[in-house]
């Protein structure tokens, strides 16, 4: 599977040695926050996240390709 | 000509009911931007020192920015400035919607409120025509009541801003409202209002604006537009707002829980983003040109009524969920509209009702002093606690004056737990384990506000374990370490500089801020608009110099202004957090001394914290050193 994630403004401002899209290959399904922990994403540092465009959590397995939305920390308004 | 601007100021003297409209002057456009660079300055130079801020001398400035009302994502920003009645210092307060542009339209950057008017009245300008109208059949209407029968009156072509009751009788942290739910919320801007008989201001502008390139413009606005709703977080944060933070602030353990006694709310999902969009919104509400609608709008039922709401945001959720501890989205959605209606900022408001709360369960108020017995978790003692706040009624009295004032007067050890700083109570974030955002709060030019330097992500990115300690704790569950104190000052600095610049720009922060969107897209932007190559660099600079002006303002307003202005309150200096996972951690009075130590020293401030001479013609503000040094 490939899963592919994409890292919002908010995160790479300080994440700021990783790029804006990181491409994974696995075999077996996995968890999201693995997932994190695999591409040196601290997953505290993820506020939000999409999975194919829809909300996500971080303990959601996932079995398939699938286009990851990460959104870092930000204020409220 | 000045490309992007409308071209003049407007002032309005209610006293005598003149209206003055002069050209913008090209040197406070090239040297401080717009919005609250307009702001400052004129403040600075217009303010004499020691003006009381509800009296007639003190000036409400209305400004906007270059970018404002153009084709540029989120240009909807407006910003007013006053002498604080919260803090005596600087105060700046913005608003999403509609009105800044509108006012532009009308032909007008800056709108100034002098004086005082002899009887209610607001502020009606189309176009030319300025003049001032009868209002008293408004005066005592809630803020969007009012905002409702002005539109009915004039029409739905006219933006209109309102104060609440709460503004009229000068409640400390009265706040100015737009648009069924948008709010200038802090530093009491809407008491000042209230101050000088004004209870609205209405504008439709039907005239153009000034482009450098509008054929340039036209595409890269377009495009710009396009971009940002292709950025990665769009879909994730878009839908639930601001607050679909509320989790990720409770995981790092920095949600304010019962008048900051703690940073852990247990019952946070039920107050939640989803919980909003579930159990509350109707639809999605966008201010001017944005692509990012983060307002949304929804009903909520609770036992004590039915209402349509705007929000919650994070902030209104933290405030009246988290701190005054109601429990589920409705009951804070209710009493968000009721701080709405009565005009009251949500922020202070939320913070001064759980401080009574706190006072009332150790026994420093009592029942016979607040009129009946309160408690955090309830929703009527809450809303009780607003009512007579807005009103000043009874104890209300007390509390209207905000938790700094209040606590001086009841004393009885109720300083301790008066979250604030310089006045202005302090905002969603709890920041015992986060130095650089208590950093942020304790300098912050307005008082306790989260606009400035937002350092929390940074914080829980120095904090938590390494990557390999949490694969073996099954990701980030369990409980953080200390954060480390010393080398805050640069980072904050650095947030500092760039979230004051889209306050001066004129636009919404969160498409950069969140979103990632570059800021080249934002130099092509700027020099489409007014003609002005600036690089992000020489932008920076501007909103340097108008930090350093804003607290030469306080230094000169407020007396013995320094770096004991700068302190939290001894709560956080004092109680570890009991619980949650940031149990045990507080920041010692010796770690907030280097947390000041270290930022003065990078700001090129001495070590009380005064800007000193040198660094004030650094950044072009001779004049203001050479008044400071003559104690003007």
């Known amino acids: 599977m490939r899963i592919v994630l994409h890292l919002s403004g908010g995160l790479r401002a300080i994440l700021t040695h990783l790029p804006e899209e990181i491409a994974i290959d696995v075999e077996e399904p996995v968890s999201l926050r693995e997932i994190l922990v695999q591409a040196g994403i601290n997953p505290l540092l993820v506020v939000l996240i999409t999975v194919d465009g829809k909300r996500g959590e971080k303990d959601q397995v996932i079995d398939h390709d699938a286009r990851i939305g990460l959104v870092g920390p930000m204020a409220g308004g | 000509m000045l490309f992007g601007y409308a ?74 400035g006053t002498k604080s009645p919260a803090t005596g210092g600087y105060a700046d307060s913005n608003m999403g919607g ?29 176009d030319e025509t300025v003049e001032l109208r009868p209002a008293e059949g408004l005066w005592g209407q809630g803020a969007i009541t009012t905002e409702e029968e002005l539109r009915k009156e004039l029409g739905d072509e006219f933006k209109i801003v309102t104060i609440g009751p709460a503004g009229e009788n000068r409640v400390r942290f009265a706040c100015i409202s737009h648009d069924f739910g948008r709010q200038a919320g802090r530093t009491g801007v809407g008491a000042v209002l209230g101050s000088k008989n004004l209870k609205a201001i209405a504008v439709k502008g039907t005239g153009g604006l000034p482009v450098f390139d509008v054929d340039g413009l036209f595409g890269k606005g377009r495009e710009a537009y396009e971009k940002v709703k292709a950025k990665p977080g769009f879909a994730g944060w878009t839908p639930e707002g ?37 159990r509350l919104k109707i639809t999605d509400k966008g201010c001017f040109c944005c692509p990012t609608p983060c307002g949304k709008y929804g009903k909520a039922k609770t036992t004590l009524g039915e209402v349509y709401v705007e929000g919650p945001e994070y902030e209104s959720i933290a405030m009246l969920g988290g701190d005054c501890t109601l429990g589920s989205i409705e009951e804070v959605a209710y009493a968000n509209y009721v701080c709405d209606e009565l005009g009251l900022d949500t922020i202070s408001a939320g913070g001064v009702a759980a401080w009574a709360m706190e006072c009332f369960e150790q026994g420093i108020l009592t029942e016979e002093q607040v009129g009946r017995k309160i408690r955090f978790g309830d929703l009527e003692s809450v809303v009780y606690l607003l009512e007579k706040m807005a009103a000043r009624e009874g104890i209300g009295d007390l509390l209207a004056e905000g938790v700094m004032r209040a606590s001086k007067e009841l004393g009885q050890g109720s300083e301790d737990f008066a979250i604030h700083v ?25 008082g306790a506000h989260h ?58 922060r969160l498409q950069y801020m969140e979103l990632g969107f570059e800021v080249e897209n934002y130099e092509e932007l700027f020099f489409l608009v007014t003609g002005r190559k600036m690089s992000w660099p020489e932008l920076l600079q501007v909103s340097e110099r108008v930090w350093h002006l804003t ?63 040198l660094t004030l013609r650094r950044v072009g503000l001779a004049d203001v050193a050479d008044a400071l040094s003559a104690g003007k």
């Not at chain 2, 100021?9 to 660079?37: F, H, M, S, W």
């Not at chain 2, 989790?247 to 709310?265: I, K, L, M």
């Not at chain 2, 969603?428 to 955002?437: D, F, H, I, K, L």
């Open chain 2, 7 to 80: 071209g003049h100021t407007v002032e309005i003297n209610l006293t005598t009911g003149q209206v003055t409209k002069t050209p913008l002057p090209e040197d406070l456009a090239r040297d401080y931007i717009g919005g609250r660079g307009f702001v400052a300055r004129l403040l600075w130079e217009r303010i004499s020192r020691g003006t009381d801020p509800f009296g007639p001398q003190n000036l409400l400035i209305t400004a906007t920015g270059p970018m404002s009302g153009h084709l540029v994502p989120a240009s909807g920003k407006t910003h007013f």
């Open chain 2, 98 to 126: 509609h009105f800044g542009p509108a006012l532009k339209y009308a032909g007008y950057d800056v709108l100034i409120l002098s004086g005082r008017a002899s009887r209610p009245c607001y502020l009606f300008i189309e």
């Open chain 2, 242 to 278: 601001t607050a679909g933070i509320t989790d990720w602030v409770n995981e790092v353990g920095a949600f304010p829980t019962r008048n900051f006694q703690t940073s852990f709310f247990p019952g946070y999902k039920n107050i939640n983003g989803r919980a909003v969009v579930d």
């Open chain 2, 422 to 446: 310089k006045g202005l109570e302090w905002t969603g974030y709890e920041s015992r384990n986060a130095p650089g955002m208590m950093l942020a709060y304790m300098t912050a030019d307005i």
């Open chain 2, 451 to 508: 606009n400035r330097a937002w350092a929390l992500g940074h914080d829980v990115a120095g904090s938590a374990a390494s990557v390999h300690d949490l694969i073996s704790a099954g990701g980030s569950k369990g409980k953080l370490a200390k954060a480390s104190v010393s080398g805050k000052a640069d980072r904050v600095i650095e947030l500092q500089h760039i979230r004051p610049l889209f306050d001066c720009l004129g636009i919404c």
């Open chain 2, 551 to 613: 607290r030469s303002f306080s230094v000169r307003e407020i007396e013995g202004f320094g770096r004991r202005s700068d302190y939290p309150p001894p709560r956080f200096f004092k109680e570890p957090v009991p619980d949650g996972p940031n149990k045990g951690h507080f920041l010692s009075k010796d770690e907030l001394n280097t947390l000041l130590d270290e930022y003065y020293a990078a700001r090129g401030w001495d070590e009380n914290g005064i800007p000193t001479d």
